[in-house]
């Protein structure tokens, strides 16, 4: 079958967990034998050729924090004034939906792949005759009903506030028009599913360590690791319930090092901890660490960051917010919940000796889920199209 798979960056370069999570598809996708030709835009001051299968609508900024003071009010007068959500505002362009239209009238598709509810705006220029699928890779609506609750003054409170609201409607409306829903965790499929037909799949990680026939060779030099995009508030809540809350239970001894961007402040406040920015090597960094640690608080969706954790073959201590969507994870993911528990954890894997054993384990739990992964995608497509023929 040829599919049009529209999203708003391509995402080949797997620059985010978005990215990561959307290639996945298109990789899926296309080992089930079907022709895909991905469109999005290019990210503003990225130097990327698209590859074969896919086309460039433009540049665009995909990170608001890329693009000025300026034009983010320039976005947010736009909704405002449609009286349409931020990010759709953000996205939209002349250029996507006449890419579309011609790219539907050189070429004969079978269904269309919308990713993420972000383009919605699209489903006017969208024909109905065709099998439409949505991927959804949270519940967007939760997901900025929760930045309101973040968010420092009451003027950012009401952006989000907003958007929350306004995306609800979306959502349904989303649910209500596909042909299918694709979600990655059942709380958020169990969502659409009230509205439309809905599939949840358990997606693979972004790192292929898993795959490899021994431990990886990197040196482990550190104790406890840390690496995400501390900008993402969610992400920052976690870094500082680590710093201000796990952190005095452990001894000084321990060398801990954090890398992404959004953690510089915490820079030569604490002796035995690094920060380290923006890193180029995720993977490398993963494995010089004896653990990952992983202190989410809040937040929609799979982490992409949990699933490279267990690919790189390291132990890992975890909050129960980073392991949802994960399900019968292995022995080398250890839970725990409180602060205290969190810093004990920590300090008894650290006493423990990093076993060959756990990472055939965790290599072979997933290959599992990228296999199942992929013999879901199959099924799915499988019965859609024979259910419209």
Not at 248 to 277: D, V
Not at 322 to 344: C, N
Not at 364 to 382: I, K, S
Request: hydrophobic share 40%; aromatic share 10%; with cysteine.
């Amino acid at each position: 079958m040829r599919i049009l798979f529209l999203t708003t960056v391509l995402p080949a370069p797997r620059r985010t967990g978005g990215e990561i999570a959307t290639q996945g598809y298109i990789d899926a996708i296309r080992a089930a034998g079907h022709e895909v030709t991905v469109a999005g835009y290019t990210r503003t001051g990225e130097d990327y050729t698209p590859r074969e299968g896919e086309v460039s609508v433009g540049y665009s900024y995909i990170e608001t924090s890329s693009a000025g003071s300026l034009q983010t009010l320039r976005w947010l007068a736009k909704g405002i004034l449609r009286g349409e959500p931020y990010v759709h505002a953000k996205f939209r362009s002349r250029q996507y939906p006449a890419l579309a239209r011609k790219l539907l009238a050189e070429s004969k598709y079978d269904a269309i792949i919308l990713d993420q509810c972000r383009l919605t705006w699209l489903f006017p220029y969208l024909p109905d005759n065709l099998l439409l699928i949505c991927i959804v890779h949270n519940l967007e609506q939760e997901m900025y009903a929760l930045l309101r609750d973040l968010a420092p003054g009451v003027f950012k409170r009401w952006i989000y506030n907003r958007e929350s609201r306004l995306l609800k409607g979306v959502e349904k409306r989303l649910a209500e028009r596909a042909d299918q829903v694709w979600a990655l965790t059942a709380h958020d499929g169990q969502w659409f599913a009230r509205h439309g037909k809905t599939a949840v799949f358990q997606l693979p990680g972004g790192i292929k360590g898993a795959q490899d026939k021994a431990m990886p060779e990197v040196e482990m030099k550190f104790d406890v690791g840390m690496l995400g995009y501390w900008n993402w508030p969610p992400n920052w809540e976690g870094l500082a319930w680590f710093i201000e809350e796990v952190y005095p239970h452990l001894p000084a001894t321990i060398r801990i090092r954090i890398a992404g961007k959004g953690c510089q402040q915490f820079a030569g406040k604490y002796p035995n901890l690094e920060i380290m920015g923006f890193v180029d090597d995720a993977e490398t960094f993963l494995k010089e660490h004896r653990i990952i640690a992983i202190p989410s608080k809040s937040g929609g969706g799979v982490q992409i960051k949990t699933l490279d954790a267990i690919a790189c073959g390291r132990r890992i201590v975890a909050t129960p917010t980073a392991m949802r969507g994960i399900e019968d994870y292995p022995a080398s993911v250890r839970v725990a919940e409180t602060a205290k528990e969190f810093a004990e954890t920590l300090l008894t894997v650290l006493q423990e000796d990093p076993s060959g054993e756990e990472f055939d384990l965790a290599r072979q739990w997933l290959a599992r889920r990228q296999q199942r992964f992929q013999q879901d995608v199959a099924e799915q497509l499988r019965a859609l199209f024979e259910s419209s023929s």
